[in-house]
C-alpha cells in the first residue's frame, strides 16, 4: 500500500533558482504529454487557458506524465477557486494563473490553494492528490508540495511585479510575451524595443524581490536570452508548433 506523498522536486529546484527547461503542450492530447514526458524536459505546460482540455482530460494528462520525470504544471483557464480545488484533488500540484494584474489577485490565486485558516480550499478526503485516503496528515503536508505560478501579462502586471511577488505562496512570475505584446498595442511583436526591454527588466526585478521568473517562446534566441538574464523556468517548445512544422516540411520535402 502507498502512502507516501512525493515531493514536488520542481518547487524546490525552482527555489534554487537552477534553470528549468519546459514544454508546452495545447493539443489535448495525452499522448504527447506520455511523450514528452519521456523527453527529459524539467517541467510540461497542461493548458486549460486556450486548449480544450476540461476537467477529466487533466487526470489523463496527469497520469501520461508520470512515466517521465517532468513536473506537470496546469495552466488554469482563470482564477477560479472551485476549478482550482477540482485541480488539486486530481493531483496537480504545480498551477498556472493567467493574466494576474495585481497583489490581491495574487493573494487570491494563493488562497485557493490552502486550506482553511489559511485560504478557502475545501476538504475532500478521498482524493487523487491523498492517495484515496492513503496519505496520513495529506491536510497538514499538501501545502509543502503546491506550487503557485502566476502570469503578468501586462504593463499594470509589470508595475505591480514587487508587490505581487511580496504575497506569500507566490513562488515564482511567469512574465507572457503574446497578452503583454497585445497590452503594449504590437500584438505578437515581443521583440520590438520597448516590449523586450520591459521583459527583461521584469524578469531582473522578479528575481531581485526573491521569487523565479518565467518565459515560454518557440524562439531558441528568446529562450537563450531570457535565460542569461536570469530567468529560471522557461518553456522552449509548443507541442502545436511542432506538428504543423514537421507537416509543413514533410509535404515541401515530397510534394514540393
Known amino acids: ?35 514528452a514526458a519521456g523527453a527529459g524536459f524539467d517541467w510540461l505546460l497542461i493548458d486549460m ?8 482530460d487533466i487526470g489523463h494528462h496527469l497520469r501520461a506524465a ?12 482563470w482564477n477560479e477557486p472551485v476549478l482550482v480545488k477540482r485541480l488539486l484533488d486530481m493531483g496537480a ?16 490565486a494563493v488562497a485557493a490553494t490552502r486550506y482553511p485558516p489559511h485560504g478557502i480550499r475545501g476538504l475532500s478526503g478521498l ?11 495529506y491536510f497538514g503536508r499538501a501545502v509543502d508540495e503546491i506550487c503557485v505560478l502566476v ?18 505562496g507566490v513562488d515564482g512570475l511567469f512574465i507572457g510575451p503574446a497578452d503583454l505584446s497585445a497590452d ?9 524595443p520597448e516590449i523586450w526591454s520591459a521583459i527583461i527588466e521584469g524578469g531582473r526585478r522578479i528575481k531581485a524581490a526573491g521569487k ?31 506538428l504543423a512544422r514537421q507537416t509543413d516540411a514533410l509535404v515541401k520535402a515530397y510534394k514540393g
Open 1 to 35: 500500500m502507498r502512502t507516501d506523498l512525493p515531493a514536488n522536486s520542481f518547487k524546490s529546484r525552482l527555489q534554487a533558482g537552477n534553470p528549468l527547461i519546459g514544454f508546452w503542450l495545447t493539443t489535448a492530447s495525452p499522448t504527447s504529454t506520455e511523450i
Open 49 to 56: 487557458e486556450h486548449s480544450p482540455n476540461e476537467l477529466p
Open 66 to 77: 508520470e512515466g517521465g520525470v517532468a513536473e506537470p504544471i496546469v495552466r488554469v483557464p
Open 93 to 108: 500540484r504545480t498551477l498556472l494563473f493567467p493574466y494576474v494584474q495585481s497583489a490581491e489577485e495574487a493573494r487570491q
Open 127 to 137: 482524493s487523487r492528490a491523498n492517495r484515496y485516503g492513503r496519505v496520513p496528515d
Open 151 to 168: 502570469q503578468v501579462e501586462t504593463r499594470r502586471g509589470l508595475d505591480a511585479i514587487e508587490d505581487i511577488a511580496a504575497i506569500d
Open 184 to 192: 503594449f498595442g504590437k500584438a505578437g511583436k515581443w521583440r520590438e
Open 212 to 242: 523565479a521568473a518565467g518565459f515560454l517562446s518557440a524562439s531558441e534566441a528568446d529562450c537563450r536570452d531570457v535565460i542569461a538574464a536570469g530567468f529560471t523556468f522557461v518553456a522552449v517548445g509548443i507541442d502545436a508548433g511542432i
